[in-house]
């Protein structure tokens, strides 16, 4: 059974800096692009970052450009957001996702082509 399970969400004060990671198992990491989603309250799911299965392709919506770095680490199968620079406007349920593209040049950015998801995790940035 294949599962995605993140971590390190918590409360920060605005600046600050949060790390979250996301443990992949169940099944190989390699051919999989990955990417972080999330959902503010009485907001709907939005994209936040993505990486291709390589790690060689990374893409970022522009509210997170220059302050959010999303890595893998396919020896780990984890994937990482490091956030830094947060805002209270970052505060959501952060959602770990995953798909098969077995291609470097496909790194969805669209929620409805990733297939697996984990729990999500809180990040809160107060003021």
């Known amino acids: 059974q294949v599962q995605l399970v993140e971590s390190g969400g918590g409360l920060v004060q605005a600046g600050g800096s949060l790390r979250l990671s996301c443990a992949v198992s169940?099944?190989?990491?390699?051919?999989?692009?990955m990417a972080w989603f999330r959902q503010g309250t009485g907001k709907e799911r939005e994209f936040v970052a993505a990486i291709n299965w390589s790690g060689g392709s990374t893409y970022y919506a522009d509210f997170v450009k220059g302050r959010f770095t999303i890595s893998r680490d396919n020896a780990k199968n984890t994937v990482y957001l490091q956030m830094n620079s947060l805002k209270p406007e970052d505060t959501a349920v952060y959602y770990c996702t995953t798909t098969w593209t077995g291609s470097v040049y496909r790194t969805p950015r669209i929620s409805s082509e990733y297939d697996l998801w984990g729990q999500g995790t809180q990040v809160t940035v107060s003021s």
């Open positions: 169940g099944r190989t990491f390699t051919g999989y692009a």
